[in-house]
């Protein structure tokens, strides 16, 4: 069964503007524009009345500054995301959009395609479920919405997806050269992978104490109590 529409409250006060930012959305296949608003106070009025998923919310309204819009919508519990829309190029304000919970920043003048992109995105986090397994499940989810992957340069997600595999198949713990073998890369490969997930905390390192010399080192996923 597929999902519902997303349904999204453009803020806008300018008419021409919210009418090309309400074409926009309608055209994004998933979307739909429940309402647009010109001012803090109608946005705010209308999401007490009629709950949103999604606010594409303009920044400098005539009566509200839309970080005021933001508060308001946490402190009266409503439960929606923000897509922070300005012109505004300071990152100071940035800051403050991410601290209150905003899900994106799009900076005007944005083309379609741009916010094709930011709803695509949104869609997709939206769609995740389950519970995170680690952190690395958490950093996947997270690099969904903002467009990142969460991975050091050179590593792949589905790579690092298969090593934690074969780490939850050995709780005893893997060395760098067994988990290599296993999913098909050199032994240098498979320990950027496992030294990444010991970053993470979704891994941790035990050294082996057998023959002689050094230690080997092994990696495992601890077991949840």
Not at 169 to 182: I, M, S, W, Y
Not at 204 to 216: F, I, K, L
Request: glycine content about 10%.
């Amino acid at each position: 069964m597929s999902r519902a529409a997303i349904s999204v409250l453009v803020v806008e006060d300018e008419e021409i503007t919210a009418e090309a930012n309400r074409v926009y959305v309608e055209r994004v296949p998933g979307f739909t524009v429940a309402g647009v608003a010109r001012s803090g106070g109608e946005a705010l009025r209308f999401l007490r009345r009629r709950p949103v998923d999604l606010v594409l919310l303009d920044l400098y309204l005539p009566d509200l500054h839309g970080l005021e819009v933001v508060r308001a919508i946490r402190a009266g519990g409503l439960m929606c995301d923000v897509i922070a829309v300005t012109s505004a190029r300071d990152l100071a304000m940035v800051r403050s959009a991410v601290s209150l919970g905003v899900s994106q920043y799009l900076l005007k003048p944005f083309t379609y395609a741009t916010l094709l992109e930011k709803l695509t995105r949104y869609a997709r986090f939206k769609d995740e479920a389950g519970v995170a397994a680690g952190q690395g499940d958490v950093d996947r989810v997270l690099g969904t919405l903002r467009g990142s992957s969460g991975l050091p340069k050179g590593l792949s997600r589905d790579t690092l997806d298969a090593v934690a595999a074969e780490l939850r198949e050995r709780p005893d713990g893997l060395a760098a050269q067994a988990v290599a073998d296993a999913i098909g890369v050199s032994r240098v490969t498979a320990r950027r992978y496992l030294e990444h997930l010991v970053e993470l905390g979704t891994a941790v390192r035990m050294p082996q104490y057998g023959g002689v010399g050094r230690p080997e080192l092994l990696y495992r996923i601890p077991m949840e109590r």
